[in-house]
């Protein structure tokens, strides 16, 4: 972070010092919305929330090093007072980007492969500069202003995830820092019910082209046609990356190991190299592509692009965790999230990794997908039921439509009228716990598991349970 004093702080947030603050105080460190990260020099933000007020931790904030509070209501601690926190916490961000004119934005959105493509992106701009990206998937109204807090005068890109949940968040979010290099990965049902179809949620993808200068470049996904589409809603330059002969990036003579990781070579306008992925699943290929395609922009040599995505490991947790038991069996973990895209893939990698052994999964109904709910969790338990499993387990509420999808895909594949092949189950667990325990009676050594589901189902937990369990 660039360095503050209190006053300039309250000038920028339309606030008032309060509780014997020093207005000529500086902050330093990192701004911060948990008590438990403050760091001597920081500014502790606090936000009241639905079981926890950040207000009651002023004192506390204090005790550790902060040097102030960004607050709402007056607290027991020198505090900056403001009527909105998010949006003051928006106003500095903004303030601080604009203070950064050798810094290099580059934003990525899509419904599905952000994090990844992020961290991949991240690990190649790093190798021209010093690097600012967000720590897993802070990319809404809060995560994406901290992350911006945390450059200085150093950083030389900042790469940025932006999330929408409706119309006009991506186009907030890029006012806060507005992006040169814009990467849209692809429209999906992610949010489904929230935007009301695939044409709304690409409009909503769309505000982060919308938002590039002339002299920027979009990066756009050219197997995707609602991406596609956009290069018409820009006045920057487009660089497409994909797999069809239109993407100047592109993948070509894609193959998948045993283990279900891709290799493929990397096609540029100026030559091709050699890429074999560490990360699991096929659909890391469009990912490693985005990112690629970005770096190629910014001058990166094809050569040092193939090798920098040859290395990468998975940065942030739950996002395709390949964990092999001491026992032999494979826990999958791509618990972060799902939506129906997202399923597909990770059934594809488990058929993939899985291979010949017993393969099992874990999964949840999905969430916020409007009308459609019925229909596409119904369709989610049908390409579970006819994944060649020999059992499925489906957490939590509204399991009904997926489990009918199962039981139906699973009579279908035994025959007509016929029951499903032996072996084969396919239950209903309460919760994570539950699934955790359920599956530790099934798994043998050799076996493969996935777990997959919606963020608020944490299923996370069902993996640390396997995982724990056979540390123990």
Known sequence: MIPLPLARIAEITSGALSGMADPRAVVRGPVVIDSRQVEPGSLFVAFRGGRVDGHDYAAQAIRAGAVAVLATRPVDAPAVIVPDA???????????????????????????????????????TARIGPTIAPAGSFNNELGHPLTVLRADVDTRFLVLELAARNIGHIQDLTRIAPPQIGVVLNVGTAHLGVFGGKEAIAKAKGELVEALPRTGVAVLNADDPLVNEM????????????????????????????????????????????????LYGEHAVENALAAAAAGYELGLPVATIAEELSEAVPRSRWRMEVTDRPDGVTVVNDAYNANPDSMRAAFQALAALGGERRRFAVIAALRE??????????????????????????????A???????????????????????????????????????LAGWLRPGDVVLIK????????????????????
């Open 86 to 124: 998010a949006a003051a916490l928006a106003d500095l961000a903004a303030v601080q980007a604009a203070s950064l004119p050798d810094t290099t934005v580059i934003g990525v959105t899509g419904s599905a492969g952000k994090t990844s493509t992020k961290d991949l992106l991240a690990r190649l």
């Open 231 to 278: 290069a018409s809603r820009t006045d920057a330059r487009v660089t497409l990356f994909g797999r069809s002969e239109g993407a100047a990036i592109r993948a070509e003579d894609v193959t998948v190991d045993a283990r279900g990781r891709a290799s493929f070579t990397l096609r540029t306008p100026s030559g091709a190299a050699p890429v074999t992925l560490k």
């Open 369 to 398: 997908l409007g009308d459609e709910s019925d229909v596409l969790n119904g369709e989610l338990g049908r390409l579970a039921g006819g994944a060649g499993l020999a059992g499925l387990i489906v957490a939590g509420p509204d």
């Open 400 to 438: 009904g439509p997926v489990l009918d999808g199962a039981f139906a895909a699973a009579s279908q594949e035994a025959g007509p009228g016929g029951p499903p092949p032996p072996g084969t189950r396919i239950v209903h667990v309460a919760d994570a716990e539950a699934a955790a325990a359920e």
């Open 453 to 472: 589901g919606p963020r608020a189902m944490g299923l996370e937990r069902t993996a640390e349970l396997l995982l724990g369990g056979a540390a123990q």
